[in-house]
């Protein structure tokens, strides 16, 4: 994957939906919180998890040749897209703190990347079989 393809709109466009979808979610069910905290956070920690696997795979339908490398980088891109996007939101917005927000949202986006990056292994590994 070069650099045009990392930063293409597509991308670009696809990291978005990475963090769209589970806010929108999570906007929507935000009233399970108060009364199953941990619910409230298995449902997130799927929705995201459904997200980024489905976008994964959408985004790498149309990419040739593939490697771990290129899944590994785009998930990086994803989740450096969702934080950057969730800490005006959550820090600024909603006046959470930050070690607040690392520690009990920012850290579920590790998930991405190794999402992405396990995706993209598998496919070569899979596509490079005779």
């Known amino acids: 994957m070069n650099f045009d393809q990392l930063f293409s709109g ?9 963090w769209l979808i589970p806010f929108m979610v999570g906007f929507v069910t935000f009233p399970v919180k108060s009364n199953w905290p941990l619910a409230f956070k298995t449902i997130m920690a799927i929705v995201l998890v459904a997200a980024t696997v489905g976008l994964t ?3 790498f339908l149309s990419i040739t040749p593939m490697d771990a490398t290129q899944g590994l980088l785009l998930g990086c891109l994803w989740a450096v897209i969702c934080i950057a ?3 005006p939101v959550f820090i600024f917005g909603f006046k959470m703190k930050a070690v607040s927000y690392f520690t009990e949202i920012g850290i579920a986006y590790l998930i991405v990347p190794m999402i992405t990056w396990g995706s993209a292994s ?4 899979l596509l490079q079989k005779p």
Do not use: Q, S
């Open 10 to 18: 597509k991308a670009l466009l696809f990291g978005f939906l990475v």
């Open 57 to 59: 795979r959408a985004y």
């Open 85 to 87: 996007i969730d800490v």
């Open 122 to 125: 598998l496919a070569a590994a």
